[in-house]
């Protein structure tokens, strides 16, 4: 009788095991429940917007995935690598780099080679720098392929779902504009996080219909006013914003543009520049923040 059973159950899972090679197959892809996802379901989302001064960086973890969007400036790789030890990574399911400026993939490299990567998203659209000829090295040395983002395309970060939302043309005349934007949906929660999108790239966004709704908005370029317009910002209506710029940096970031037209929403706002390493987590309902919400004072005032 013992036998039969462990006969039967033998079947069962050489049946599981055919079926979702089956579904494998198919292209699908196919998560098992296991003992550490229920332990971890009722889990928060974390958001670290790492502080890599003018530059940067920003690790998103729920359940047992994390993804990277930007590494900061390649003297951040450092900073930037501890950081993710420290947290417990050995695995980044994404690895993002929104566009191939300096401040957003300099680290990427060191990142590629330190950790275990699942997919790598890169905007199709080359650079001619060091900085971007050893990110492209660093995935070839791991036979990583690059996924190019496509607008609208959704996948799974723990229990949150993310969504590409640009960029939504070929080609710009600014780099700044090929920055990947992804939307993370957590429960109830939304974040939406812009890289350095500017005016362009945020209309466009809005003449796709996207729905743009979110709670935290990483504030695009660093508070440049090329980014958030008033137009972009009411289509968003966050409660928080954060924005990622370096104390004293030589481009003036936050722009006071910026800081008024957050001001006058009275949007919260958290700036690394004030606050260094901000730790922003959801539990699907709730949003909080590790420290105090910042200033409205633009850069050097
Ligand atoms: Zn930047």
Do not use: W
């Not at 960086?57 to 990277?68: P, R, T």
């Not at 790239?201 to 935290?216: H, N, Q």
């Not at 390493?277 to 699907?284: A, K, M, P, R």
């Amino acid at each position: 009788m013992k036998q039969k059973i462990r006969n039967n159950f033998a079947v069962i899972v050489i049946l599981l095991a055919l079926f979702f090679t089956f579904l494998a197959g198919c292209g699908i892809s196919v998560h098992v429940p296991t003992e550490k996802d229920s332990q971890t379901a009722s889990s928060e989302l974390k958001v670290h917007f790492i502080d890599v001064g003018q530059a940067d960086s920003i690790l998103i973890m729920n359940g047992s995935q994390s993804m990277l969007i930007d590494a900061g400036n390649n003297d951040d790789e450092k900073l930037v690598v501890d950081y993710l030890k420290e947290q417990g990574i050995s695995k980044l399911d994404y690895v993002i780099g929104t566009h191939p400026h300096e401040d957003h993939i300099g680290g990427l490299d060191a990142v590629i080679d330190n950790f275990a990567i699942g997919q790598v998203y890169l905007p199709n659209v080359p650079h001619t720098t060091k900085t971007f000829f050893d990110v492209v090295e660093a995935i070839r040395k791991k036979d990583l392929k690059i996924t190019l983002p496509m607008p609208g395309t959704t996948f799974n970060l723990g229990e949150g779902a993310c969504t590409i939302l640009a960029p939504n043309s070929d080609s710009y005349e600014d780099l700044n504009n090929y920055s990947i934007v992804i939307k993370v949906e957590y429960g109830d929660t939304v974040f939406l996080f812009t890289g350095d999108a500017e005016k362009e790239s945020e209309t466009e966004m809005l003449k796709k219909g996207y729905d743009l709704t979110a709670d935290v908005l990483k504030i695009g370029h660093h508070g440049s006013s090329f980014s958030t317009t008033e137009d972009f910002l009411n289509k968003v209506n966050p409660q928080y914003a954060v924005i990622m710029c370096g104390k004293g940096n030589s481009y003036g970031h936050p722009h006071r543009e910026t800081m008024n037209r957050l001001k006058n929403k009275g949007i919260k706002v958290y700036r690394t520049d004030e606050s260094g390493t901000i730790v922003c987590s959801s539990d699907g309902k709730n949003i909080s923040f590790n420290v105090e919400p910042g200033s409205y004072l633009k850069e050097r005032e």
